[in-house]
């Protein structure tokens, strides 16, 4: 039973990871999604009304921010599993060393 103990609390620290980087990773995707929604409920509404060469200049704008965010999200999501999760960062660095270990002996052979 006592050699069971560290094995567990390191399983419950993985675990507590791997919740914090779902919960950060739902609140991300919320705030960076939520303007793309709004913008399409607006233009929804708003599909029917005349609009101004001005009104038109900002509503492709909003909808270039919106996809902005969207995209921004698709790509922040390295950096947040990178900033929190200790695991995810060791695998990255194993990761980064064996490939370049790779590139290293590929390139030293030929």
């Given at each position: 039973?006592?050699?069971?103990?560290?094995?567990?609390?390191?399983?419950?620290?993985?675990?507590?990871?791997?919740?914090?980087?779902?919960?950060?990773?739902?609140?991300?995707?919320?705030?960076?999604?939520?303007?793309?929604?709004?913008?399409?409920?607006?233009?929804?509404?708003?599909?029917?009304?005349?609009?101004?060469?001005?009104?038109?200049?900002?509503?492709?704008?909003?909808?270039?921010?919106?996809?902005?965010?969207?995209?921004?999200?698709?790509?922040?999501?390295?950096?947040?599993?990178?900033?929190?999760?200790?695991?995810?960062?060791k695998e990255f660095l194993?990761?980064?060393?064996?490939?370049?270990?790779?590139?290293?002996?590929?390139?030293?052979?030929?």
């Amino acid at each position: 039973m006592q050699s069971n103990l560290p094995q567990n609390i390191r399983r419950r620290r993985y675990e507590m990871q791997l919740i914090k980087l779902s919960l950060l990773q739902v609140i991300f995707y919320v705030f960076f999604s939520t303007l793309g929604t709004y913008y399409l409920l607006y233009s929804v509404i708003t599909n029917s009304s005349k609009k101004s060469s001005d009104q038109i200049a900002i509503d492709v704008f909003l909808n270039n921010i919106a996809l902005l965010l969207i995209y921004t999200y698709s790509s922040l999501t390295f950096v947040l599993y990178t900033l929190a999760s200790r695991t995810f960062r060791k695998e990255f660095l194993l990761t980064c060393s064996r490939m370049f270990k790779y590139l290293q002996n590929m390139f030293l052979i030929d």
